[in-house]
């Protein structure tokens, strides 16, 4: 089971941490984890991935978001800066055994997304 947290609303260039809890065992794996965010009408768009350390950014955030995680706790966060109206979606955390790329077909467990707004 995932669960995000952390969204809500906030003006231009503001900051918001997004968190992903995992949680009930369920029997599948954190070994690679990852962000992606949606709009209503659009395809769920990749946004940073961690796995064993290393992590991965789409070129829309990099430099403004930072994804890390805490092994211990098997949270995974989201660290937005100056975050701009395009970065407004609902975000979703995903979990797999292992980082196969950007695709959300890579990823087999999902949580239930969390709402970020951002007003101009």
């Known amino acids: 089971h995932l669960a995000e947290s952390g969204g809500g609303l906030v003006q231009t260039g503001g900051s918001l941490n997004l968190s992903c809890t995992a949680s009930?065992?369920?029997?599948?794996?954190?070994?690679?984890m990852a962000w992606f965010r949606q709009v209503p009408g659009k395809e769920r768009e990749f946004v940073a991935a961690e796995t064993w350390g290393r992590t991965f950014y789409a070129d829309s955030v990099k430099g403004r978001f930072t994804v890390y995680k805490d092994t211990v706790k098997d949270k995974l966060y989201l660290q937005m800066n100056s975050l701009k109206p395009e970065d407004t979606a609902v975000y979703y955390c995903?979990?797999?055994?292992?980082?196969?790329?950007?695709?959300?077909?890579?990823?087999?467990?999902w949580g239930q997304g969390t709402q970020v707004t951002v007003s101009a």
């Open positions: 995903a979990a797999h055994e292992f980082y196969s790329g950007e695709s959300p077909n890579g990823f087999r467990d």
């Open positions: 009930g065992g369920g029997g599948f794996s954190t070994a690679a």
